[in-house]
């Protein structure tokens, strides 16, 4: 095996950009599509270097945090893309190489709203991100069924009418700048895009080594863990007994890293599965086994593209296979199934029992050995390395153990982030209204008559009444929260009218009256995230 490699980062963002197209198989290629036309964007805005290549990885990348964002019936669909791109937001920042990019997914979905979205959230929003979001829509609007250059022109023009309220003006013009020929959507439809995009745009030599590739897979494996509660450590597991085993196996400490590598990816093909079958509760029919079966298999194909790495793609596409060859996705004979793979398959069902799950708590050592006893007396797993686990059981299980604990606490934070970010967003929401008050007194930015809505369509209601009560209703600060929301509404209501009647001071008497009920707004939103946050932790330790 190799000492040592450096393979390049954007070969994985792009076979990652694959994973994303699988879990929605209408969506086939749109996130290729998005980072083609972003790239062509960026190219017509004259961005070049690393901040071209950020806006390409965002566009790649850009519903990643919808693998793991449950819709609910009172979410509204801009809250769901904006928790969506929260959720991204957390996954992505946290691997170095693609902090840049996740601040451009997480306000990828804001629209332009004629420049007052220059800030969100308290952050200024990158230009990136409403790259991205035209070459989204864009993408979207394109029917699958017919060709993309006799539907040119339509698009154009919609993109056209979205020039000021959606998007941003100048990314208008660029795009229709570089639309304006047959090749730019012979491109879009070419199965060869991801050619195309690197052919047209070289990255800069961002490689990873060998650490630089095992972070990356711990992030590709929270990627896939944090889609189902039951989950939620399992890869780490996997991952820390894998190469626990390959140490007692005399592998050298390259190889054993590798192997911890392959642990983190093995489930990367789960990303094609749907969420409610990865939750089902009971027994799968014949039907739904058969989706499930097929995650090996994808696995092989998203990782076997990316040079380098073409053993451990091997290696996690045989994690179930069998020695009796009756293991899928290839029915590979027992000669042809690596040593890697083998241990790799003991290292999953290991995971796979002893781990605790929401549901159930690990099986004790003898319940363990009488499983791996039955499955080797039916060559279903190498009796060599189920031996080695038997011999040193404390051993791989304290480090299965010692990773998926560190792992359940990464949950947590992430999680907790997650929250966190919800309630930030709504308060930077209500300062934001307070903003506009105060400039709308001082005539520097005037309120429109369609800006002074009821309290449950402004930015905080659509909040409240969709993500807000759905995740958070449970606390009585939330319900706490209507009162004096709707009451500052009355008073902005009555503000607005006082100062087009040319009354400045009862208007300013009235913005008086709406400081202590922000205040009280305030306080409640700063309590529910403390509270909510708490209520993660505690939600994940009742489940684990």
Same mark, same amino acid.
């Given at each position: 095996?190799?000492?040592e490699f450096h393979v390049g980062?954007?070969?994985?963002?792009?076979?990652?950009?694959?994973?994303?197209?699988?879990?929605?198989?209408?969506?086939?290629?749109?996130?290729?599509?998005?980072?083609?036309?972003?790239?062509?964007?960026?190219?017509?805005?004259?961005?070049?270097?690393?901040?071209?290549?950020?806006?390409?990885?965002?566009?790649?990348?850009?519903?990643?945090?919808?693998?793991?964002?449950?819709?609910?019936?009172?979410?509204?669909?801009?809250?769901?893309?904006?928790?969506?791109?929260?959720?991204?937001?957390?996954?992505?920042?946290?691997?170095?190489?693609?902090?840049?990019?996740?601040?451009?997914?997480?306000?990828?979905?804001?629209?332009?709203?004629?420049?007052?979205?220059?800030?969100?959230?308290?952050?200024?929003?990158?230009?990136?991100?409403?790259?991205?979001?035209?070459?989204? @829509?864009?993408?979207? +609007? !394109? *029917? $699958?069924? =017919? /060709?993309?250059? %006799?539907?040119?022109?339509?698009?154009?023009?919609?993109?056209?009418?979205?020039?000021?309220?959606?998007?941003?003006?100048?990314?208008?013009?660029?795009?229709?700048?570089?639309?304006?020929?047959?090749?730019?959507?012979?491109?879009?439809?070419?199965?060869?895009?991801?050619?195309?995009?690197?052919?047209?745009?070289?990255?800069?030599?961002?490689?990873?080594?060998?650490?630089?590739?095992?972070?990356?897979?711990?992030?590709?494996?929270?990627?896939?863990?944090?889609?189902?509660?039951?989950?939620?450590?399992?890869?780490?597991?996997?991952?820390?007994?894998?190469?626990?085993?390959?140490?007692?196996?005399?592998?050298?400490?390259?190889?054993?890293?590798?192997?911890?590598?392959?642990?983190?990816l093995h489930d990367i093909g789960?990303?094609? @599965?749907?969420?409610? +079958? !990865? *939750? $089902?509760? =009971? /027994?799968?029919? %014949?039907?739904?086994?058969?989706?499930?079966?097929?995650?090996?298999?994808?696995?092989?194909?998203?990782?076997?593209?990316?040079?380098?790495?073409?053993?451990?793609?091997?290696?996690?596409?045989?994690?179930?296979?069998?020695?009796?060859?009756?293991?899928?996705?290839?029915?590979?004979?027992?000669?042809?199934?690596?040593?890697?793979?083998?241990?790799?398959?003991?290292?999953?069902?290991?995971?796979?029992?002893?781990?605790?799950?929401?549901?159930?708590?690990?099986?004790?050592?003898?319940?363990?050995?009488?499983?791996?006893?039955?499955?080797?007396?039916?060559?279903?797993?190498?009796?060599?390395?189920?031996?080695?686990?038997?011999?040193?059981?404390?051993?791989?299980?304290?480090?299965?153990?010692?990773?998926?604990?560190?792992?359940?606490?990464?949950?947590?934070?992430?999680?907790?982030?997650?929250?966190?970010?919800?309630?930030?967003?709504?308060?930077?929401?209500?300062?934001?209204?307070?903003?506009?008050?105060?400039?709308?007194?001082?005539?520097?930015?005037?309120?429109?008559?369609?800006?002074?809505?009821?309290?449950?369509?402004?930015?905080?209601?659509?909040?409240?009444?969709?993500?807000?009560?759905?995740?958070?209703?449970?606390?009585?600060e939330v319900r706490q929260l209507?009162?004096?929301?709707?009451?500052?509404?009355?008073?902005?209501?009555?503000?607005?009218?006082?100062?087009?009647?040319?009354?400045?001071?009862?208007?300013?008497?009235?913005?008086?009256?709406?400081?202590?009920?922000?205040?009280?707004?305030?306080?409640?939103?700063?309590?529910?995230?403390?509270?909510?946050?708490?209520?993660?932790?505690?939600?994940?330790?009742?489940?684990?």
């Open positions: 095996m190799k000492p980062l954007y070969q994985f963002v792009f076979s990652l950009s694959q994973a994303l197209d699988l879990i929605n198989p209408a969506m086939a290629n749109h996130h290729r599509r998005v980072a083609y036309i972003a790239l062509r964007v960026a190219e017509a805005m004259e961005l070049a270097g690393r901040a071209k290549e950020d806006v390409i990885v965002a566009a790649a990348l850009h519903d990643i945090g919808a693998l793991s964002t449950q819709r609910n019936s009172g979410e509204d669909t801009l809250n769901l893309k904006l928790r969506c791109s929260r959720f991204g937001y957390q996954l992505l920042q946290k691997f170095k190489p693609f902090q840049i990019p996740a601040r451009i997914v997480r306000f990828h979905n804001v629209p332009w709203a004629w420049g007052e979205n220059r800030e969100v959230e308290g952050q200024e929003v990158p230009l990136g991100s409403h790259i991205v979001n035209l070459a989204n @829509i864009v993408s979207r +609007l !394109l *029917d $699958k069924s =017919g /060709s993309f250059a %006799s539907q040119a022109q339509s698009i154009r023009d919609q993109i056209a009418q979205m020039q000021g309220q959606v998007l941003m003006p100048e990314h208008v013009q660029a795009f229709l700048h570089a639309s304006a020929n047959d090749a730019f959507w012979l491109d879009i439809e070419s199965p060869d895009l991801s050619q195309i995009i690197l052919d047209r745009m070289p990255f800069s030599s961002v490689e990873l080594n060998l650490d630089g590739l095992l972070d990356f897979a711990e992030l590709l494996a929270q990627v896939i863990d944090f889609r189902s509660r039951f989950t939620a450590t399992h890869s780490s597991g996997v991952a820390a007994s894998a190469s626990t085993l390959a140490q007692l196996f005399g592998f050298p400490a390259v190889d054993c890293k590798r192997l911890l590598i392959a642990g983190y789960k990303l094609a @599965i749907p969420t409610e +079958l !990865l *939750d $089902k509760n =009971g /027994s799968l029919n %014949s039907d739904e086994w058969n989706v499930v079966r097929g995650h090996p298999y994808y696995t092989y194909r998203i990782l076997s593209p990316i040079e380098g790495i073409e053993d451990i793609a091997l290696w996690c596409g045989s994690h179930h296979e069998r020695l009796c060859g009756t293991g899928y996705p290839f029915r590979a004979p027992h000669e042809e199934i690596p040593l890697e793979s083998r241990i790799l398959a003991v290292a999953d069902v290991f995971t796979a029992v002893t781990e605790n799950r929401p549901y159930r708590t690990g099986l004790d050592q003898a319940s363990v050995v009488a499983i791996f006893d039955a499955m080797v007396n039916d060559h279903a797993l190498d009796a060599n390395v189920v031996n080695v686990l038997k011999s040193h059981y404390a051993e791989v299980d304290h480090s299965r153990a010692a990773a998926q604990s560190h792992a359940l606490q990464d949950y947590k934070d992430f999680m907790e982030g997650l929250a966190v970010l919800d309630l930030s967003a709504a308060r930077a929401a209500h300062l934001a209204w307070k903003q506009r008050l105060r400039a709308h007194l001082d005539g520097k930015q005037p309120l429109a008559h369609e800006q002074l809505v009821d309290h449950r369509e402004c930015d905080l209601g659509r909040w409240y009444y969709g993500e807000g009560l759905h995740y958070y209703g449970h606390l009585a209507e009162e004096p929301h709707a009451a500052m509404h009355e008073l902005i209501h009555a503000l607005v009218e006082h100062q087009a009647q040319g009354r400045r001071d009862d208007a300013e008497a009235c913005l008086e009256q709406v400081e202590p009920l922000s205040r009280r707004i305030v306080e409640l939103l700063k309590t529910i995230e403390r509270k909510a946050a708490q209520d993660v932790t505690s939600a994940i330790d009742q489940l684990y």
